[in-house]
């Protein structure tokens, strides 16, 4: 039924030329960022490592990251698309993670971003980078510790805030945190990093990791068919979501006034495709007669609410279809991991009398096989008597790319996953958690820990590992 459906969605949309920009199909002008701010410090994907991790060649269409979406959300009147793509990433990946309906404070994050991290205080624009520097570091709030406000602080709020480019940052943030945002709960996230954003690279991190991509990009009017473009838009394509790759008249126009989007990518259809256009909005053709057309487009999350574009896009309203052409040339990707802990409230049980707590610790370092799903295992012999209660344990690996790393702990006939594949390029392993898999088990005899790399091309070892229980 999905495929069907852009099957027919692009049939119309070959038959269907230029709107007349007069259509009232609008919801306002779409708010965008300051494309300073979103580019600021992005390295070019020449100067990005290129590994792809996964094996075989790519699926056709990937889909599977919708499950572990919140709901798409409106920035309002103003400009911090990175913020909302950034909480949006944050958002799936406690999803990924565990945890049901997470909502975390955009509002926070605008005023972290800046008065914390320190970045572009006089924009209100920013980007992942240091988006999630905030969010690393100092981790922001749920939603209703601080509701986010759709409009900008004008003079009504504070005098200072008269729109010129001396006023204070404040006028950017709409103010400080309430007491009650500052004291509340912070999640975090692990570090971030930037990701080579050409599609194999793209599409690896998404089919390795699980987790999406936040992508910052110039942004081109008529390709976007936003109402503020000087060039003939198609309005079908806007109800649908439809971004195709600038043409040149788009470009140049465009570039009259600069600025950016962001967006969250989640998957792709490599066999979907559109009609090209040209700068007065008609289908381009080739010497044949026949229309031009562009293969190829990712399934992106946007921050327009879902009364305007995307309206009509089968994913859901707000969702969209972005031209992996654009994203090759112009798009600067940033990516995150899933939260390695989600604490979650449980109900009391009755308590396990504390034993004598004993430490069984493995100091040999043994390399790990690259890209074998055979992987390594180190046993401990356990001599004690009694049953399981708090259990803890320490990895220590050294590895150039983390991410590729299965750790499990197997005590006769359970087995527990304490790290599956996140942290992406990051070096090495450090775990140091609790688990209660092993609870009201006998302490005694072998316990076991595999480590396994999945994928080619980065190698290490395990130094050490320890169990207390």
Known sequence: MFK?????????????????RGDNRDDGDAPLSDLDALLDGAPTNDEL??????DGPAPRQHRDLLELQSAVKSQGRRGVCSIFSTVGLMEHLYIAGGMENPDFSEQYLQWSAKFEVGSFPNTSGSNAYYNLRAVTQYGIPAEAAWTYEVDQWGVDEDEACDGEDDQPTRCYTNGQPPEDALTAEKFQLPPGRWL??????????????????????????QAWNHRRSELPRNLDSWDAGIVRAPNDEDREISRESPAGHSILIL???????????????NTVLDADGNPVMEQGFYLFKNSWGTEGFGVDHPAGAGYGWLSMDYVDEFGRAYVSDIPEVIVAPVDPVDPIEPGELQTFTSETSVEIPDDDDAGISQT?????????????????????????????LVHGDVVEILHERTGGGQDNLELELDTSAFEGMDRGGEWTLEVIDSARLDSGSLTSWSISL
């Open 4 to 20: 069907k459906s852009l099957l027919a969605l692009a049939l119309f949309s070959l038959a269907t030329p230029g709107c007349d």
């Open 49 to 54: 490592p290129f590994e792809i991790k996964a």
């Open 196 to 221: 080579n954003s050409r599609r194999a690279s793209i599409m690896d991190h998404i089919r390795v990791n699980g987790t999406g991509v936040v992508v910052g990009l110039e942004f081109f009017y």
């Open 267 to 281: 998957g792709w259809d490599l066999d979907l495709e559109f009609p090209r256009v040209d700068g007065e909005g």
């Open 380 to 408: 401990l012999e356990v001599d004690a008597e009694g049953t399981v209660g708090t259990l803890s344990v320490t990895v220590s690996v050294a590895h150039t790319w983390r991410g590729d790393l299965t750790v499990r």
